[in-house]
């Protein structure tokens, strides 16, 4: 009785935040009939902002996932003053808004700023190119791996790898063995939330990228050229597009998780 | 993912690739998060500084901003627990499918959050409900944004939590709730505040969904984020690097006392 | 002398081949209103023998973003801004010459005008600026700190008053009370009209273009042109860091002749060119009180910036603060 009434009121809270929006998103996307919603994702600069961002997420997520985990461990496991800063530091690039990522990367890169003689000397296009864009969506998807890894790393507690240890096994081992099996779910989650917000990324990419066509147009960006130009079909279209790619990612990351060992 | 740093410091004596590890994460820190960031507080240290800080709309968008943030966390932190329970605990039709959605309102770009936000509880509301435009709006447009994170922290923990202790409390006569309260949440806990963390962070700094679903009307709906931009714009960097850094302050206070709390909250639990 | 000639000749046609095969560029950075009509333009000039084999790269966006960019570095040759103070930013960045106004136009290549749009039928009967203040009236406007070209609609209001006699105490006056009807101050223009056709408001302050394209994509846009208005100049420019200056200027030049005039004027642009202009007076008619950034009352864009919109001491700075608390 009682799981029916919990299950009752989630699935209500649910359908009103999240179901409702998602499937108005959908729904519009259609609205123009199937062939127009594939035509918002199908023209060449649309596909190209597409693999623009799939290529930004490709190398914002592994970063990221590495930093997470070792960011974790460090929390949990270790002995050092400024722990708690450090657990604190870690969520400061969510509390900044979007626009001031982009600000601070403007003055570090841009004419004038601290290392734009450093690169226009090797005549390397930090701005307005794809690096800074990778910079800044690694900076806004930083926390999550880290986040999701803490908790799970304290339920684990050290019993284990220290009773591990004392039967002789080396640190990778007693990781692999025991660690990332019992934080496996913690990383499927981080992985697939720092990925989600990869993808959805919007204003700090916006500011670095310089908007150009064809060439440093994130699907965001493309989403927001559509919405200027008052193709709202297009915008939910590729918004769609987007949704899809990240039930795809958890997907395929449900499914790879490690096992735990038999 | 072969190379992986060894665990630090789990024997009394710090390892050398805890030390390693130390260095990795002080040195992506350090690049990523903090140049970036002192480059803006540098060029917040112009004239304007106080000026911007401590001007009445830029002080009752931080007043909105903490508020608005604090509310959202706190009914994530109710809301969240409950989702992540009914996902790894209940079984009914579709829930895989639920469960997929959950990161969407990562996903999607925040202008089209604002979008849907705004069509289905705004003036043209088709269940009648219209809060655009309020201090409401604003939270449940928060609310649409952090939903993923107190879910996905609380889930990994529920999915390892060992059940003997619940099944033996049951089979002792213990009541649900009881349950629940002396032996669930004490474990999860840890994954709700990390979460509830996350969750303030990111309402705090949200922007793109906030300008269209709130008005950005100043002392009313105006949010710290959008005096920040409109700051930037107006040319103004200083005044937007000053307000930008005192947000950023008040939510690491935030996060600090968060993470004091779990301390405190687990720490009888050690014994 | 002749050998001399013959390597003048082999020189000169060394030249003509190399041009010939490098690929000739112009990277065109504007705003965002503009993007379906300068994708035309660009096309025009391209079956021109000028522009033949130029490629470009477009860039599109937020007006005070885009000049912001290209001050930080984005590589453009030629920009087309919402209003002469982004045009401001890339003067004092050193980028474009002071004197980009002594172009044919005044350096403009469109106009448009400050417009109401209302609700259909306009049930409010909102004709001119004092409609806007009656009791009960609720505007939507962007705000004019977020949105650079949203500056327009704070000037039109101010410099309609002055048109209509008042003095300049009265016409600040006016724009704090419209201010106070003020329902949502959106971050752009683009956002504004979303909130407005979303159900917000009796009243959105927009631009003819952005309404002309509203109605093009379908939406069903009433609006009405005041009697006083502000006639708002969209200037174009050419970077004094273009490789090519030469073949920048070619383009901004064909912008205003009568071929790119009339594709401004299919899409929502009030042309520059007067014969132009007048052939499309049906759909941009005039208005007998119409004045520009210049106009004595307000003095030019640098001095409205100071008075105005200073972010701390501007007059727009002190009605907000007003409306406070």
Known sequence: ?262 | MAARASLPGTAARPSAGGALALGFVGAFLGAVVCLPLAALVRSSAGGGFLAAVSSSESVAALELTLAAAAAAALVNAVAGTAIAWVLVRDAFPGKAAVNALIDLPFALPTVVAGLVLLALYGPRSPVGVDVAFTRAGIVLALLFVTLPFVVRTVQPVLHELDREPEDAARSLGASEPTIFCRIVLPAILPGVLSGVALAFARAVGEIGALVIVSGNLPYRTEVASVVVFNRIQAGDRAGAAAVAVVLLAISFAVLLAVGAVRRLATRHERA | MPRFRIALAVAALALAAASAAAAATIDLVAYSTPKTVLGKIVEAWQSTPDGDGVSFTQSYGPSTDQAKAVAAGLAADVVFLSTGDDMNLLVDAGLVDPRWNRQSYRGIAADTVVVFAVRDGNPKHIKGWRDLVRPGVEVVTPNPFSSGSAKWNVLAAYDAQRHLGKTDAQAVAFVEELFRHVVSQDTSARNATNTFLAGKGDVLITYESEALAARAAGQDLQYVIPRQTMLIELPIAVLRSSPDRQLAERFVRFTKSPAAQELFAQNGFRPVDPAVLARHAATYPSRPGMFRIDDRTLGGWRAVDRRWFDPNRGLMARIERSLGG
């Open chain 1, 1 to 262: 009785m009682r799981r029916a009434a919990l299950r009752a009121t989630v699935l209500g809270y649910l359908a009103a935040i999240l179901l409702a929006p998602l499937a108005l998103v959908a729904r519009r996307a259609f609205e123009g009939g199937a062939g127009r919603a594939w035509s918002a994702v199908s023209d060449p600069d649309t596909v190209h902002a597409f693999e623009l961002t799939l290529g930004i997420t490709a190398i914002a997520v592994p970063l990221n996932t590495l930093f997470g985990v070792v960011c974790a461990l460090a929390i949990v496991r270790g002995r050092f003053p400024g722990k708690g800063l450090l657990n604190a530091f870690v969520d400061l690039p969510l509390a900044l808004s979007p626009v001031v990522v982009g600000l601070s990367l403007f003055l570090l890169f841009g004419r004038g700023g601290w290392l734009y003689g450093l690169f226009e000397a090797h005549g390397v296009r930090v701005l307005f190119a794809p690096p800074s864009m990778v910079l800044a969506t690694v900076f806004v998807s930083l926390p999550f791996v880290a986040r999701e890894v803490v908790p799970a790393l304290r339920e684990l507690g050290e019993e284990q790898e220290q009773a591990a240890r004392t039967l002789g096994a080396s640190s990778r081992q007693t990781f692999r063995r025991i660690t990332l099996p019992a934080i496996r779910w913690a990383l499927v989650y981080g992985v697939v939330l720092t990925t989600a917000r990869c993808l959805g990324e919007y204003g700090a990419v916006a500011v670095v990228s310089g908007r150009i066509e064809g060439r440093t147009e994130t699907a965001t960006l493309r989403v927001q050229d559509r919405y200027e130009s008052l193709d709202l079909t297009g915008a939910y279209g590729i918004s769609l597009a987007l949704a899809a790619i990240a039930v795809c990612v958890l997907v395929a990351m449900t499914l790879l998780r490690p096992r735990r060992e038999a």
